[in-house]
């Protein structure tokens, strides 16, 4: 079946605009993760959705960053006033359900640089 | 605390040697997961392997084995007759309920198997 899908898989912008970012979960997955990495770093956790709400946005650096996922599938990243220490490739993850024990599985992700 | 390290960032091999990944976590719980995670190129992260903190047993999956040691905090992962394609970094990671859900990564292990 289909994995998890993101949505471009590049991003340029330059400093200060508005950029959105898109996940299409693994059909059927309710739960929905996204992660930011950094160059030489392990992924670093952002927003966790259960269903359509965000259960857990502890990971998002400030609050230019902000997160939907309205109908409980398709999710949107959102950055405001990009900044260029954004740049970094931001993963999507979905697993079938909220869990410690659930597997995620993650997407290509998209890499962002912002000039 | 919890905390992932992977001390060796960069290995080197000749295809057909065997290598071992090394991976040493940090957590006051008594429930938790760990996972490996490959990552090509291409820059997908690639699930390889979940396991539980209950659950000593070794593991092997073709060239793949895992060796899961609580008493040394280890979860160290061998590659046996390496071969190009197993080419990438891979990350450990730990998952326990005091990060909710949030996948807590290494740095990740660049690995470099050369003909």
């Known amino acids: 079946g289909a994995g998890v899908s993101q949505t471009p898989s590049n991003k340029v912008t330059e400093k200060g605009k508005y950029v959105e970012l898109r996940c299409d979960p693994i059909s059927g997955h309710t739960a929905l993760y996204w992660y930011r990495q950094s160059l030489g770093q392990g992924p670093e956790f952002l927003i966790y959705f259960q269903g359509t709400g965000a259960a857990d946005d502890s990971g998002l650096p400030n609050d230019r960053f902000f997160a939907v996922r309205p109908e409980g599938s398709v999710s949107t990243l959102k950055i405001q006033r990009t900044e260029r220490g954004d740049s970094a490739v931001y993963l999507c993850?979905?697993?079938?359900?909220?869990?410690?024990?659930?597997?995620?599985?993650f997407g290509p992700g998209t890499r962002l640089l912002v000039l | 605390a919890q905390k992932v390290t992977q001390a060796q960032t960069e290995i080197s091999v000749v295809e057909k040697e065997d290598v071992t990944l090394d991976c040493v976590y940090e957590?006051?719980?008594?429930?938790?997961?760990l996972f490996w995670y490959k990552q090509p190129p291409s820059g997908e992260l690639v699930f390889l392997i979940r396991?539980?903190?209950?659950?000593?047993q070794n593991e092997i999956s073709g060239r793949y084995s895992w060796n899961f040691q609580k008493s040394t905090s280890s979860f160290n992962f061998t590659i046996t007759a390496s071969q190009v394609v197993d080419s990438a970094v891979y990350f450990c990671?730990?998952?326990?309920?005091?990060?909710?859900?949030?996948?807590?990564f290494g740095k990740g292990t660049s690995l470099l198997v050369t003909p």
């Open positions: 396991r539980n903190s209950f659950d000593e």
């Open positions: 957590t006051r719980d008594t429930t938790y997961y």
């Open positions: 990671a730990l998952l326990n309920s005091n990060s909710g859900y949030a996948l807590n």
């Open positions: 993850a979905s697993s079938f359900q909220p869990g410690i024990g659930e597997t995620q599985y």
